[in-house]
């Protein structure tokens, strides 16, 4: 199974998806997209970083069941599939809520699942990211422990705070 997303930040959602996946099958490929952007709005942390928020938020025998992959951006949606099967081990259905990602797969014949995230209107990527430039402490009840302590040991709400005022 692929699970794909930018996990920006890794939320309680895409944890909640992580596990489940991980209930139904002997491993999950986690797949990182647009690994090549970071310190943006929508992009504030790295591949490394986002890799490390997942790895904080899985227990150790999930982790041992889990490939993290950070996957580029080509900026062409005709061999962008290609290009992320290159990157990756065989799989046989992949799992997304990016509804351009969804229709590259099934154009490529890939199976696509569905993905139920747990309170999606809360556990949302860009509410987390606002509420994280606003300096609102809210924003740490939609990550895990282990995240929300890699985020603040890499100042990552001071990032967010001067990419807000930068953008």
């Known amino acids: 199974m692929l699970f794909i997303g930018r996990f920006q930040p890794f939320h309680h959602g895409h944890l909640s998806v992580v596990k489940s996946l991980l209930g139904k099958h002997d491993e999950v490929i986690i797949a990182i997209g647009s690994a090549e952007s970071c310190s943006a709005k929508d992009n504030p942390f790295s591949a490394g970083e ?50 351009l990602v969804s229709l590259l797969f099934r154009k490529s014949g890939a199976m696509v699942g569905r993905i139920k995230y747990i309170d999606r209107g809360q556990n949302e990527g860009r509410i987390i990211r606002a509420l994280m430039s606003r300096g609102n402490r809210n924003w740490k009840k939609h ?8 985020i603040e040991s890499i100042n990552g709400i001071e990032r967010m705070k001067a990419i807000a005022k930068r953008e």
């Open 50 to 99: 986002r890799i490390e928020m997942i790895r904080a938020s899985l227990l150790p025998d999930e982790l041992k069941r889990a490939i993290i992959i950070p996957v580029r951006d080509i900026d062409n949606n005709s061999l962008w599939v290609s290009h992320l099967k290159s990157y990756v081990p065989e799989f046989t259905t992949v799992y997304t809520n990016n509804p």
């Open 143 to 150: 990550v895990s422990c282990g995240a929300c302590t890699f």
